[in-house]
């Protein structure tokens, strides 16, 4: 099931550094951002394989995930929450507000075939 980390941050006289290090025990493979509007909802499906890392880098969204047994909510608000997608969680993302950005880390290459979607 999904599971909210906190990212390890450093802090010093010339910023703050936040760590993506060991979210995944393999490789990342593929790394790009959603910026929203609150009016719109990303996702929609699940993955075969794919583990997925969220994080809100700027402003705010709500993320719902399910699987066949566990429903939850989160609420990404800090860029140091970092919440980990398992192949078997259906999620979507909405309530962007409209400075978000939200940065995807995955395990695997984009591939549609990848892809599953809920049934109506």
């Not at 969220?54 to 989160?74: D, I, P, Y």
């Amino acid at each position: 099931m999904s599971q909210l980390l906190l990212l390890d941050s450093y802090s010093s006289d010339t910023g703050d550094l936040t760590v993506f290090e060991k979210i995944f025990p393999e490789h990342i493979k593929r790394v790009c951002f959603i910026q929203g509007d609150d009016n719109i909802t990303y996702g929609g499906y699940r993955h075969k394989s794919t583990k997925l890392a969220l994080v809100c880098l700027s402003g705010n969204c709500r993320v719902n995930c399910k699987n066949t047994t566990v429903q939850e909510e989160f609420v990404l608000d800090s860029a140091q929450k970092c919440l980990l997608l398992c192949p078997e969680d259906w999620f979507f993302i909405d309530s962007f507000s409209s400075d978000a950005k939200v940065l995807v880390i995955a395990n695997q290459p984009y591939c549609t075939e990848e892809l599953v979607h809920e049934p109506c």
